[in-house]
Structures are given as structure tokens and as C-alpha cells.
């Protein structure tokens, strides 16, 4: 990837966090994903020299940076060949904890150093089998029981629940029928899974790619927690995820490149080193002008990507854009930059023939990867309807 334009900060944290991907070889994440075995150890590393709190504020031990820098953290892990086995152990981590740093209590705030430090590991709770991604039809509840609530329902494809002791939950304090809007009577609580607790119940879901790190069914069946696990107000829970949302767009558009850059250059390496017919394949316009295509792909979504993350952290501190502007940017930037990812990867698949297929080579391994960022946290389709209906004037179409 051509680095030029990026700032010292992001430079500097690119090669920071490069030099911890190297303790960490392909052979590595390769063994991990076919033992289905927690990454612990780089999770382990990234938090020994607190890049987990890249984009919190110093005084919760982060290190007060953007967006920007973060999506570059995300972009250099899967880059470095972890893929998004290796961004999935943190992204949590870089993306939950920014509504907890907003609006959390006191006592909420003193947890964030120990997950800054690795010694709490955090999961986000949000999606449910019959919601999909029609978030505001929710249905996990919390009732209102004196001095806590019970929770009682159903989240699914919840990342490393298995290793977590924190989740951040949206669940409803308020029934559907009994709001004016779908968007109130949502709230987001900061629980322990305590697995010894009556009413908690976890299932690893079987999956196709980034199988070092876990995902879950969650079943919650009148699970107690207390009051002061509120974020914020009661049913203000929408909001302030909301607060999150482009951001996380930019994270996942960052992973995306990492992810298309890396099939790139092995690829390419392929290509120059693999002769048949007395000829190395890369001569060939067949093999060349689709890598070719593809870093390009690749290079007009980082401008895009990084363009989002720059539109989002000047907003901070009183740019100019708009919040509309920003959405439009990094929901863009999510989009093209997975779509890029995609094309890469299946063409370096292609490249390599019938090595693509063979686990030794990596590339089969980031394809199997590389569908996360096109369906979560939201898909291709959603974020079409958005442009074409917040942008585009256009009707919506459900």
C-alpha cells in the first residue's frame, strides 16, 4: 500500500503495531483457525502495549488518538496476515468501549483501564435471529424488578462471548407496543457474564472463516442484573449506539483493506515466482491486469476510507462536516472498501490455482474472511438503501 498522505500519527502507529504482528506468522493464525483456539496471546501483546485503548482518553490509560489511527491499527493487524481472526479479538475492544467513555457512570469508567490492559475482555450484545438488521424491533428484555432488571431473551453472533466477562447489552426497558417511536424504550447496560448465575446460557456458533475467534448464540432467561449497569438514561439505548455506528464503519473498512492488500502482495509474489510453459504467470495480461484492477479497487477505498475517518474524528472538535456528511462518507467507505477486499482476494485465490486452495498459502483463508465485512455489522444491501434514499432522494423501498 502507498502511504503517502497519511500523517505521522498514522505512520507511527502502522509501524508500532507492525512490529507487534510480526511475533505473530501466518503459521500462527493458521494453527488458530483450524483448532478454532482463542488468540489469546496476540490479544495479550496488542493490550501489553496499550493499543486497545488507541482512540479512549488518556485518563482511562488509551491513548487519546482518532478514528483514524484506530482504522489504521485495524487495517495493519489483518494486513499483517492475522486477518479478521486478529481484528475480531479487539474490535470490541476499540468500538464498544466509546459509548461506555461517553456516557458511563463513575464507577463504570474505573473498568475501562483493565480492558485497556487486557485484563477485561468485553463483547457487544445487539443482534437477535429475529430481528436481523431491523435493530429497533428488538425484543431481549429488561425488566424493571426494584433494584435490578431481568434479562430474558436471545442474542446471537455475539464475538468472543466465551472469553469475555463484560458485555454491553441493548435490550428493551420499555415494550414495543408501549412506545411512541421503535427507537425508544431501548437501553444499553454494561453486565457481567457471570457464568455461574442462573439464566445465562452460551452456544458456539460453527463458522466459516475467523474461526480462532468465537461467536454465540447468548440465551438470557430472567438473568439478574443490577441498576447500576445502566448506560446513560433509560431508553436512550438507540442513541448512543448510534453515537458508535460510523465509527465501527470506518474500523470494518479498515480491516477490509488490511485483508485486500495482504492477498494482494502474496499474489503477486505468486505470480512472479510460479513458471509454466517456461514463463513466470505474471507475464501473462490474464493474471496481470486483474491484480492490477484490484489494487486499484483497493487504493480508491482507502482514500475513501481514510477521507470517512478524518470527516468523523474533525467533527469532534468542531469541523465542519456534518453528521449526515459523515454517515454518507463512512457507510461509503464500509461498502467499497469490502467490495474491494472481495475482488482481491477471490483474484489472488485465482492466482495461485489450485494452491488458493491449500491452507499453506493463506489465501484461501482471507477469502473465507473477507464475506465478514460485506454482511456485518451491516450489509451491502442496507447500506445501498441508504445512499439511495438519504442521498439520492429516492423512495424507500421497505
Known amino acids: 500500500m502507498d502511504t503517502t498522505g497519511f500523517t505521522e500519527n ?11 504482528c510480526s511475533n505473530f506468522p501466518n503459521t500462527y493464525w493458521q494453527d488458530l483457525d483450524q483448532t478454532e483456539t482463542d488468540p489469546k496471546d496476540f490479544h495479550a501483546a496488542l493490550a501489553k502495549d496499550g493499543w486497545l485503548g488507541v482512540a479512549l482518553p488518556e485518563e482511562f490509560g488509551g491513548s487519546g488518538l482518532g478514528i483514524s489511527e484506530a482504522t489504521m491499527m485495524m487495517q ?24 461506555l467513555a461517553k456516557f458511563g457512570s463513575e464507577e463504570m469508567l474505573k473498568s475501562i483501564p483493565d480492558i485497556v490492559s487486557g485484563k477485561t475482555r468485553v463483547c457487544f450484545g445487539v443482534t437477535e435471529p429475529n430481528a436481523g438488521l431491523n435493530t429497533l424491533s428488538l425484543s431481549t428484555a429488561a425488566k424493571d424488578v426494584g433494584d435490578g432488571y431481568s434479562i430474558t431473551g436471545q442474542k446471537i453472533w455475539i464475538t468472543c462471548a466465551q ?74 439505548g438507540f442513541k448512543i449506539v448510534l ?20 492477498a494482494l502482495a502474496k ?16 507475464m501473462n495480461q490474464g493474471i496481470a491486469h486483474p491484480l ?55 483474484r489472488a485465490v485465482l492466482t ?3 494452491m488458493g486452495y491449500a491452507m499453506e498459502y493463506d489465501v ?6 473477507c464475506l465478514v465485512p460485506r454482511i456485518a455489522p451491516v450489509s451491502r444491501e442496507m447500506i445501498l438503501n441508504f445512499i439511495s434514499e438519504r442521498v439520492l432522494d429516492l423512495p424507500r423501498s421497505y
Not at 12 to 18: A, D, G, I, L, Q
Not at 300 to 311: D, E, G, I, P, V
Not at 364 to 369: L, Y
Open 352 to 354: 495461485h490455482g489450485g
Open 243 to 262: 453515537h458508535g455506528m460510523n465509527a465501527e464503519r470506518c474500523l470494518l473498512a479498515g480491516e477490509a483493506l488490511g485483508l485486500g492488500y495482504a
Open 163 to 236: 472469553v469475555a466477562s463484560k458485555m454491553i447489552l441493548l435490550a428493551r426497558t420499555t415494550p414495543l407496543e408501549e412506545v411512541k417511536k421503535p427507537s425508544e424504550g431501548l437501553s444499553l447496560l454494561f453486565i457481567d457474564l457471570d457464568r455461574t448465575k442462573p439464566g445465562l446460557d452460551m452456544r458456539k456458533i460453527k463458522k466459516m472463516g475467523g474461526r480462532a475467534v468465537d461467536a454465540n448464540e447468548v440465551f438470557f432467561d430472567n438473568y439478574v442484573i443490577p441498576k447500576s449497569t445502566l448506560i446513560g438514561s433509560e431508553g436512550q
Open 267 to 282: 499474489a503477486a509474489g505468486y505470480a512472479k515466482e510460479r513458471v509454466v510453459f517456461n514463463r513466470p504467470i505474471g
Open 364 to 369: 484461501e483463508r482471507w477469502f473465507r474472511e
Open 292 to 346: 492490477a484492477d484490484a489494487y486499484m479497487r483497493l487504493e480508491a477505498a482507502k482514500l475513501a476510507t481514510y477521507h470517512a475517518a478524518r470527516l468523523y474524528d474533525n467533527s469532534k472538535t468542531g469541523g465542519a462536516a456534518s453528521p449526515h456528511a459523515i454517515g454518507v462518507a463512512c457507510n461509503s467507505a464500509k461498502y467499497l472498501a469490502a467490495e474491494a477486499a472481495f475482488t482481491a482476494c477471490e
Open 10 to 20: 498514522q505512520l507511527m502507529v502502522r509501524e508500532s503495531v507492525s512490529q507487534v
Open 76 to 99: 495493519t493487524i489483518t494486513e499483517s496476515g492475522a486477518g479478521m481472526a486478529g481484528a475480531q479479538a479487539i474490535h470490541a475492544n476499540i468500538y464498544a468501549t466509546q459509548p
